[in-house]
């Protein structure tokens, strides 16, 4: 006789045998999520038409050219390189989606886009087999593809342009591709990027713009998501008193010729998404690339925190961050002044996002609403909010400041969870007796 094995539901086997469930351990559930992740739609001359995209920071670094039409160290990408400092992934819209496509009798630009108006074939004798010809595609000075082939027929795609059937080769210099031209930026463009973008997870939303109805439109987005969808993040833009904990005004203008003056929004964006959630950017320096106008008198700068503006500032001769606050100037019984602190921000936004994935992946639909059941999830939210206290994110914490319940419908917990958020040493005040 087979001994009975095997897993079980309820303890009633008739055979006698081994019979073992493998379960996750609590504690991979309570894990806490990684930051650096943000998104930014882009006014762009070459990318992906119409859709988010992924770009991490090796693929900026090591393929810019393909991603974004430019090499790494082209002065298009400074906004990117700031941003990158500090990030490992961005998804990115590409604002001027919808632009003609370049293209000469031979081939088609991947993209549209005024970038493939610096593409250029080139067609020549192959040096070893004068019955075959040797088909470059340059961007700029820099030849990203070369095939050699005995007819047009043989061409194969490559990641900036498409050749056409039927066409026939030629020796020739190198044919310009013409007629690339950018989508139109406008309202339709971003709300095209904020249904888009709507769908992901990420830590920090950056938008360099400087019209306020398209901020007033972002400052709206965040905060329907942030309320009504339990979506957190924070959202970065330029000069705007949104008065909420969700959204971060830059003050300082950049002073480079071809940049508009918001484009600090990228490196904040950046730092903010990077910034750890034990951590604070409190006097962090600034290590970007543009010019900065830092030159504010110290009533300057209590003005900007008691308007809750982020603010750089001169310290000798390099730049700092001044305060790492939010927009929050109006305080309720509910949300105290601590709630102008983006690092109390980045802890409940850690609390809310990790909370959210580990109830929806393994309890949602899943796991029983009985004692068991509420103790285990009582068990993940402890164990998480330990996990903080270890990295000195939250402070003080016991057990008993977690309740699960039941609510008021079979399917329905109710959770009171109590933290005290830590934050970095930001003043010192210090009497010294001297006998």
Known sequence: ???????????????????????????????????????????????????????????????????????????????????????RTLYVYK??????????????????????NDLKIIVQKDADDEELFVVKTVLGTVTVDEQVVSGADGLVPNRFVRFKSGAELMVTAAVPLSGGTNGTVDGTAHQTYLDKI??????????????????GLYSAFVR??????????????YN????????????????????????????????????EVNKSTQNRRYDGEFA?????????????????????????????VLADINTMVTVTDTQGEVFKDNQTIRVIDQIGNDIAVMFNTKYLGVVPNDAAGRVSLWSDIVAHHRKMEGIRAIEGFSDADVSVEPGETKKSVVVKDYVTVVNAMGKLYMTVTVA
């Open 1 to 87: 006789m087979a001994f009975g094995g095997g897993t079980f539901t309820v303890q009633n086997k008739e055979l006698p045998g081994t019979y073992i469930n493998f379960v996750s351990a609590t504690s991979a559930n309570a894990a806490l999520s990684d930051r650096g992740i943000a998104t930014m739609p882009l006014e762009l001359d070459w990318g992906i038409d119409g859709e988010v995209f992924e770009v991490t920071s090796e693929d900026f670094q090591k393929n810019s050219m393909g991603i974004f039409g430019y090499d790494y160290t082209h002065d298009k990408l400074k906004g990117l390189r700031d941003l990158f400092r500090n990030i």
């Open 95 to 116: 604002l001027t989606s919808g632009g003609a496509k370049a293209g000469n009798d031979l081939a088609e630009a991947v993209c549209g886009g005024i970038r493939g």
């Open 198 to 215: 709507e769908s992901f997870s990420y830590n920090t939303m950056g938008v360099a713009v400087t019209d306020e109805t398209t901020k």
């Open 224 to 237: 329907r998501l942030r309320e009504e969808m339990g979506v957190k993040f924070q959202l970065v833009l």
């Open 240 to 275: 705007k008193a949104a008065d909420y904990c969700g959204t971060v005004s830059v003050k300082n203008r950049v002073l480079d010729e071809g940049w508009g003056e918001a484009a600090l929004v990228y490196w904040v964006t950046g730092i903010l998404a990077g910034c």
């Open 292 to 320: 900065v106008a830092a030159d504010y008198t110290q009533g300057e700068l209590k003005e900007t925190i008691r308007q809750g503006e982020f603010t750089l500032h001169k310290v000798g001769k390099e730049i700092r």
